[in-house]
Nanobody, 121 residues
């Protein structure tokens, strides 16, 4: 059973940083590819970043390359998203996702409940 719980969201000024965490209480975390997605206000959910099950491969949306970093700690069943140089357009509900494929479509796999990130201008 995969149970994902996100934390670390909040309100930050433009140019600031936040780190999101996603913990999985299940026993199979190390076998899943992990991703972060977001849903901006009034828009569809979109891919942000992904990391392969072993951590050797990472993937990013063009809009966050160079600013966001995804990482994982398989020893503590947690995936992180370090977000730097935040912009108002990064405002969204951020979701953690676990999946068995490296196809970063916006559906499928297991989802957390989401955490709100608000970037003030």
């Amino acid at each position: 059973q995969v149970q994902l719980v996100e934390s670390g969201g909040g309100l930050v000024q433009a140019g600031g940083s936040l780190r999101l965490s996603c913990a999985d209480s299940g026993r199979t975390f190390g076998t899943f590819n992990m991703g972060w997605f977001r849903r901006p206000p009034g828009k569809e959910r979109e891919f942000v970043a992904g990391i392969s099950w072993g951590g050797s491969n990472t993937y990013y949306a063009d809009s966050v390359k160079g600013r966001f970093t995804i990482s994982r700690g398989n020893a503590n069943n947690t995936v992180y998203l370090q977000m730097n140089r935040l912009k108002p357009e990064d405002t969204a509900v951020y979701y953690c996702n676990a999946r068995t494929t490296l196809n970063w479509g916006t559906s499928g796999g297991y989802w957390g409940q989401g955490t709100q990130v608000t970037v003030a201008s």
